[in-house]
C-alpha cells in the first residue's frame, strides 16, 4: 500500500531536536485518532519581519488537536505569540499578544494529490504540500508561515500615531501644535542672496 519509501520532498527536513517537530507514529494510522497538544514550546527563529517579530526563545503557547485521516494528520487550532516591534511612524517600542489560526494538512508520503505542474511559479509557492516525514510532523515551517503572515508590513504604536517632526525629529504626540516658525536657514540665505540681486 505504501510505495517505495523515497521521500517525495527533500527540501522538507526534520529536526529531531526540536520542540515542534511532533511525533505521531503512535496514532497516524488509525484514521479518527484524535491528539490533543497544549504546549508551551521555544519560538524558533526568523519569525519576523522588517520592524516586528517574536524573539527567538520567547513563549509560543500551542493550543492544537492533531487528527488522523486517511491522506495524513490534519492539524487545527491556535497558536500564541508575543510579538515586539518599533512603531514605524514614531520609532517607539510596541508589544502585543498575537495568535494565529492554523488549519493545516500534513500527507502521509505517497498519498499528497498529485498535482499538475504549474507554470507559474508564483502560484505553486502558494499552496506547498506539507508532509509526515519519519512518522513525524514538523510545525516550525508552518508556525513562521502563519505568523510572518500576520505582521503588519508597517507597525504602528496605535493608529492615529502622529510620527516626527520632518523638521526636528521630535515626537509630535509629545508635544501639541508643535511646529516651526522659522524659516529654514538655508532658505534664509537663498532669499538673502535673492535681495542681493535685485539691488
Ligand atoms: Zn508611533
Ligand atoms: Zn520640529
Same mark, same amino acid.
Given at each position: 500500500?505504501?510505495?517505495?519509501?523515497?521521500?517525495?520532498?527533500?527540501?522538507?527536513?526534520? $529536526?529531531?531536536?526540536?520542540?515542534?517537530?511532533?511525533?505521531?507514529?503512535? *496514532? !497516524?494510522?488509525?484514521?479518527?485518532?484524535?491528539?490533543?497538544?497544549?504546549?508551551?514550546?521555544?519560538?524558533?527563529?526568523?519569525?519576523?519581519? !522588517?520592524?516586528?517579530?517574536?524573539?527567538?526563545?520567547?513563549?509560543?503557547?500551542?493550543?492544537?488537536?492533531?487528527? =488522523?485521516?486517511?491522506?495524513?494528520? *490534519?492539524?487545527?487550532?491556535?497558536?500564541?505569540? $508575543?510579538?515586539?516591534?518599533? %512603531?514605524?511612524? %514614531?520609532?517607539?517600542?510596541?508589544?502585543?499578544?498575537?495568535?494565529?489560526?492554523?488549519?493545516?494538512? *500534513?500527507?502521509?508520503?505517497?498519498?499528497?494529490?498529485?498535482? =499538475?505542474?504549474?507554470?507559474?511559479?508564483?502560484?505553486?509557492?502558494?499552496?506547498?504540500?506539507?508532509?509526515?516525514?519519519?512518522?513525524?510532523? #514538523?510545525?516550525?515551517?508552518?508556525?513562521?508561515?502563519?505568523?510572518?503572515? =500576520?505582521?503588519?508590513?508597517?507597525?504602528?504604536?496605535?493608529?492615529?500615531?502622529?510620527?516626527? %517632526?520632518?523638521?526636528?525629529?521630535?515626537?509630535?504626540?509629545?508635544?501639541?501644535? $508643535?511646529?516651526?516658525?522659522?524659516?529654514?536657514?538655508?532658505? !534664509?540665505?537663498?532669499?538673502?542672496?535673492?535681495? #542681493?540681486?535685485?539691488?
Amino acid at each position: 500500500m505504501f510505495s517505495s519509501g523515497v521521500p517525495i520532498n527533500t527540501n522538507q527536513r526534520t $529536526h529531531p531536536g526540536s520542540a515542534l517537530v511532533i511525533a505521531v507514529k503512535d *496514532f !497516524a494510522r488509525n484514521p479518527g485518532g484524535m491528539r490533543n497538544l497544549e504546549e508551551t514550546v521555544p519560538a524558533p527563529g526568523e519569525l519576523s519581519v !522588517a520592524m516586528i517579530g517574536v524573539q527567538e526563545g520567547s513563549e509560543v503557547d500551542l493550543d492544537l488537536s492533531l487528527e =488522523a485521516v486517511h491522506e495524513g494528520i *490534519f492539524v487545527s487550532g491556535t497558536a500564541s505569540v $508575543h510579538v515586539v516591534g518599533e %512603531c514605524s511612524r %514614531c520609532l517607539d517600542p510596541l508589544a502585543y499578544d498575537l495568535d494565529v489560526d492554523i488549519q493545516e494538512m *500534513f500527507f502521509f508520503e505517497g498519498l499528497a494529490p498529485v498535482r =499538475a505542474a504549474k507554470e507559474d511559479d508564483n502560484e505553486s509557492l502558494d499552496d506547498e504540500q506539507r508532509l509526515v516525514e519519519n512518522d513525524h510532523i #514538523d510545525l516550525e515551517p508552518l508556525l513562521r508561515d502563519v505568523v510572518v503572515t =500576520a505582521l503588519p508590513f508597517r507597525p504602528v504604536c496605535r493608529e492615529d500615531c502622529q510620527g516626527l %517632526c520632518s523638521v526636528c525629529g521630535i515626537r509630535l504626540a509629545d508635544e501639541p501644535g $508643535h511646529h516651526h516658525e522659522d524659516l529654514d536657514p538655508r532658505w !534664509a540665505a537663498l532669499s538673502g542672496l535673492a535681495e #542681493d540681486q535685485e539691488n
